[in-house]
């Protein structure tokens, strides 16, 4: 680590010597060459340190968790100093005609939602937590609007990331009509930080819809009776759901678009939830971006057909459900980590073979207890086939050949001997 910290005060870069979330050191450079010589110059692998990229951390736990722990030497390096030496936002374009965005990494989320919303838009992923634009995307986080939008890779036009050799490449572009070429920004969305530093990155926006309302149903009986009637919601052709999220044994649905008709959507879907709660208008936004928002230390995804198995299963396994968020339609199923600390016994015994019996994969976003971890690792590698192996390994090999950027555990069935 001592040379990396030479590094930086060679670079002239500013280092915060606590500033990483497991109390280590924050690199802060304020220019783009400084941030790609850092990378280029890393080698203190042979020590069994790394180099990790960091936000504002709202998903560095699970992106990172050994690191995080401070089981592993990090340096730990933030854009966020781009952001202030342009002494704005992080806009670099927003094009209101074309609906889309180019902002810095190390742009705040609830900034941008501002600048956009004046444009008459709102970005997709929509996340309500104070992130960076660069940590949204390493995390791969889609919001509450997956339900009409599709995951939030889906509108990442392009992207300018540094690799793990301090080389920066460009792929896509900044507008709808002249994105050419691969797209290996989408390699980015969803890697951790694995494969490179994200830098700038350039978003498909949507309209601002002329009214909204939110639609919460009274708490049922179970989370599997939650989902259900959610699924029963989304099968009604009257009902066009931006978001469909089940949390504390609630429905939440979010229809929007036109006046006229949200208030058909809204009257077809008071229906099937009763005596609903009805936000409409100025605060439908935050709530429902409050309601789909959480932190997940375990996350089980399965065949929409199951989800209400995998729901039983799981209440069944731990006995009880509190503070579980379930997206019916993207078959998720998010777990907080009061139902995964202390429940070893359960999740190895019962919980895990119930979800193999559903064909359920399940990622954890968490230190977890010993004999969990061994469980998962040795589902995921009875998953991971031989040929995504060695994709992986030349995947690595060719954005970060010295494995400066690696974490353990990711990708799964994934091990490096470095």
Not at 143 to 161: F, K, N, T
Request: with cysteine.
């Amino acid at each position: 680590m001592s040379a990396a910290l030479d590094a930086c005060s060679s670079l002239g870069i500013a280092v915060d010597e606590a500033g990483g979330p497991d109390g280590g050191p924050l690199a802060l450079p304020r220019t783009e060459a400084e941030a790609c010589e850092l990378i280029g110059s890393f080698e203190d692998t042979s020590e069994g340190a790394r180099l990790a990229p960091l936000g504002l951390g709202s998903s560095v736990d699970w992106c990172r968790p050994e690191q995080a722990a401070g089981d592993v030497r990090t340096l730990w390096l933030s854009t966020r100093s781009l952001v202030e030496a342009q002494g704005g936002v992080g806009v670099v374009e927003y094009v209101p005609g074309d609906g889309t965005l180019t902002a810095l990494a190390g742009a705040r989320m609830t900034d941008l939602r501002a600048v956009v919303a004046e444009g008459g838009h709102r970005i997709t992923p929509a996340i309500g937590t104070d992130s960076t634009l660069g940590g949204v995307l390493a995390a791969g986080r889609s919001g509450g609007d997956r339900c009409a939008h599709g995951p939030g890779r889906h509108h990442v036009l392009g992207m300018r990331a540094v690799d793990g050799g301090g080389r920066v490449a460009r792929s896509g572009g900044r507008l709808v009509k002249n994105v050419t070429g691969f797209d290996l920004h989408r390699l980015h969305v969803g890697a951790r930080g694995t494969l490179g530093v994200v830098l700038e990155a350039s978003l498909r926006l949507v309209p601002t819809p002329e009214a909204e309302a939110l639609l919460v149903s009274e708490p049922l009986a179970s989370d599997a009776e939650a989902v259900a009637l959610a699924l029963e919601v989304r099968a009604d052709q009257r009902v066009r759901p931006r978001q469909l999220v089940v949390r504390d044994r609630r429905v939440h649905v979010v229809v929007a678009g036109r006046a006229a008709q949200v208030e058909l959507e809204r009257a077809a879907a008071e229906a099937h939830l009763g005596s609903a709660e009805v936000i409409a208008g100025d605060g439908s936004e935050e709530r429902a971006l409050a309601a789909a928002d959480r932190a997940p230390a375990m996350r089980v995804l399965v065949a929409p057909s199951r989800v209400v198995e995998a729901t039983r299963a799981i209440a069944s396994a731990l006995g009880e459900t509190a503070g579980i968020v379930i997206e019916p339609d993207a078959a998720i199923v998010d777990l907080p980590r009061s139902l995964v600390d202390g429940h070893a016994e359960a999740w190895t015994d019962a919980l895990l073979p119930a979800l193999d019996a559903l064909g359920a994969r399940v990622e954890s976003r968490c230190p977890l207890e010993p004999t969990v971890a061994a469980a998962l690792a040795e589902r995921h590698a009875r998953a991971t086939t031989a040929p995504e192996r060695a994709w992986t390994g030349r995947l690595i090999e060719a954005f970060d050949p010295l494995h400066v950027l690696r974490t353990s555990g990711f990708p799964a069935g994934f091990d490096s001997d470095r």
